[in-house]
């Protein structure tokens, strides 16, 4: 299938053009699908790629899963959401909580009744629960139906649950994602915060920057990605990258492997 590569800065827009025949700016695509019937236009029949060199812009998903979804148009009962994160973005307490933020688009996808989601490659459970609290716990609790969360190597060994009763969370390894059931569609997001092989020391160190390290390597990134495509139609895929790279050449490398699994 062609892809629509969607691109929200220079880097993107340089990284776009240089190696796909199809590409828009984000501000265009989304000004495009304010009007009615140009959604599906602006799509066709090509696969749209959204890419931003921002780890923080990951809530533009909310818009970019809605947009690509209505341009089908597709039932979201037919939909699986495979978000691909360090972080599970459902937090609460959070600075205007109610407003769509990085930290908590998940919820807002939630409420917008997307009901198969997987978070995968979460490492936010390896902290107490005095750091993410008990109200948090009892978000997840809530939504475990809607929400399952896959975690990496070893996760059993390595999270403090303290007061939580991490039985009730239904927590999954990487390797029950290769197992798990597809729906028709799906839209995968990945958050590069997730992987090793993205989240490289850089002016300091990305750990430093933003205290995260993802444990997913980039083989398991493309295992996974290749299972989804073999057992459901990918609609679209997100890209959000940690900026400030020393090595941008090698990142946008694994980002082309990545696309060009699909």
């Known amino acids: 299938m062609q892809k629509l590569i969607i691109y929200s ?3 993107t827009e340089r990284f776009a053009k240089g190696n796909y025949p199809y590409t828009i ?4 695509f989304h000004r495009i699908n304010w009007f009615p019937l140009l959604p599906k236009l602006a799509i066709g029949n090509r696969l749209p790629i959204f890419l931003s060199w921002c780890q923080s812009n990951h809530h533009f998903d909310f818009q ?5 979804v209505n341009s089908r148009p597709i039932n979201k009962e037919d939909l699986s959401l495979e978000i691909f994160d360090y972080h599970t973005d459902m937090y609460l307490g959070l600075e205007r909580s109610e407003e769509l933020n990085m930290g908590n688009w998940v919820l807002h996808l939630i409420n917008n009744n997307y009901s198969d989601i997987s978070i995968v490659g979460v490492v936010d459970f390896t902290r107490t629960s005095s750091f993410v609290g008990s109200q948090q716990y009892e978000n997840y609790i809530r939504y475990k139906e809607q929400v399952s969360f896959f975690l990496g190597k070893d996760f059993d060994k390595k999270i403090d649950f303290k007061e939580w009763d991490s039985s009730q969370l239904k927590l999954k390894s990487l390797e029950d994602f290769l197992k798990k059931p597809l729906r028709k569609y799906s839209f995968v997001s990945l958050d590069c915060d997730v992987s090793c092989d993205f989240a490289n020391p850089v002016r300091g160190g990305a750990i430093k920057i933003y ?3 993802g444990e997913v390597t980039i083989d398991e990134l493309r295992e996974m990605i290749n299972y989804i495509n073999k057992h459901s139609e990918i609609i679209g895929l997100s890209i959000h990258f940690i900026g400030f790279q020393t090595d941008e050449k ?6 082309k492997s990545i696309i060009d699994l699909i």
Do not use: C, E, Q, T
Not at 64 to 68: A, W
């Open 9 to 11: 800065d220079n880097v």
């Open 211 to 213: 205290g995260v390290r």
């Open 250 to 255: 090698k990142w946008l490398n694994n980002v």
């Open 25 to 28: 700016s984000r501000d265009m």
């Open 64 to 68: 970019n899963i809605n947009n690509v």
